[in-house]
């Protein structure tokens, strides 16, 4: 039904930026939030920032905001995260997340998935 494809990771060091992008295809007319997940080596996967269709309502994990900036472009069916001052605790492969409703911070609570792209932040 969706597909979601990540792209954009790399090694970088300390404080450099860094674009992701997500390529979204076939039914992506219901994917109202789109979101940003990481996991890093070890750890669970955790939520980075969501946003609603419009792009109006954005939410943010406390670890990136002020750093992080989440956007779509809907014509385009392409979801961005502009990262910025990036650090070594930055490191994981980001995913890319598709659900139904906004709000959610839970894994559990999208619905597709991207396969991830590797993000590291040497120091």
């Known amino acids: 039904q969706v597909q979601l494809v990540e792209s954009g990771g790399g090694f970088v060091q300390a404080g450099d930026s860094l674009r992701l992008s997500c390529t979204a295809s076939?039914?992506?007319?219901?994917?109202?939030?789109m979101a940003w997940f990481r996991q890093a080596p070890g750890k669970e996967r955790e939520f980075v920032t969501a946003i609603n269709w419009s792009g109006r309502s954005t939410t943010y994990a406390e670890s990136v905001k002020g750093r992080f900036t989440i956007s779509r472009d809907n014509a385009k069916n392409m979801i961005y995260l502009q990262m910025t001052s990036l650090k070594a605790a930055d490191t994981a492969v980001y995913y890319c997340?598709?659900?139904?409703?906004?709000?959610?911070?839970?894994?559990?609570?999208?619905?597709?998935w991207g396969q991830g792209t590797q993000v590291t932040v040497s120091s």
């Open positions: 997340a598709g659900g139904l409703t906004y709000g959610a911070t839970e894994s559990t609570s999208y619905n597709y």
């Open positions: 076939g039914r992506t007319s219901i994917l109202y939030t």
